[in-house]
């Protein structure tokens, strides 16, 4: 009995020891080399990128971005509200931000028509044809008709550009002329 005692204890000792290595390569195995974050409420910083055409239906930091500059509610989704307060501000409904801080302000302040205007930029400005089409709508070329400086009366405003940038004008009594709205006042 004793001898087979001995392989018993031996054979336990043997499985022991096999199970102990095992244990000790799985542990070694599934051990990473990730390092330790101290400090896991810092937030990795975000590449916004400039050049991604944003509109309705746009997610992401760059959106948020945008509705942060409209000063709207920063949720970072391009929705109606987002394309409304943009279309208000800058007279697009899709933008990316380098072009956004580029673009003019839409022009809240129009000038009515029937309204006479005079040159108001030191520098003058330049008068460019109109030419009308047969669709009946008036276009600017961009031929100067005129430099006008700065004080001179331009004539009656008959409409304005759909953006407000651009004034069709009345000069004298048979001349249909474009003048930029930033460079023009009401008399």
Do not use: C
Not at 2 to 27: E, H
Not at 64 to 83: P, R
């Amino acid at each position: 009995m004793k001898s087979n005692n001995t392989y018993l204890y031996a054979g336990l000792g043997l499985l022991t020891i096999i199970g102990v290595v095992s244990l000790s390569r799985k542990k070694a195995e599934t051990t990473t080399d990730i390092p330790f974050n101290e400090n896991p409420t810092t937030p990795l910083p975000i590449v916004l990128d400039e050049n991604k055409l944003l509109k309705k239906g746009s997610t992401g930091p760059e959106v948020q971005k945008l509705q942060e500059m409209l000063n709207v509610g920063a949720d970072g989704v391009f929705g109606s509200i987002t394309e409304a307060a943009l279309y208000r501000q800058k007279a697009v409904k899709q933008t990316t931000l380098k072009q956004f801080v580029a673009l003019p302000n839409a022009n809240p302040d129009r000038i009515p028509s029937g309204s006479r205007v005079m040159i108001n930029n030191p520098n003058g400005s330049n008068l460019y044809i109109a030419q009308q089409n047969a669709d009946k709508l008036w276009y600017k070329t961009n031929d100067v008709f005129l430099h006008m400086n700065f004080g001179r009366e331009a004539g009656v405003v008959r409409s304005s550009t759909q953006l407000g940038d651009w004034y069709l004008v009345l000069y004298g009594n048979y001349k249909m002329i474009f003048v930029k709205a930033t460079d023009v006042k009401k008399i």
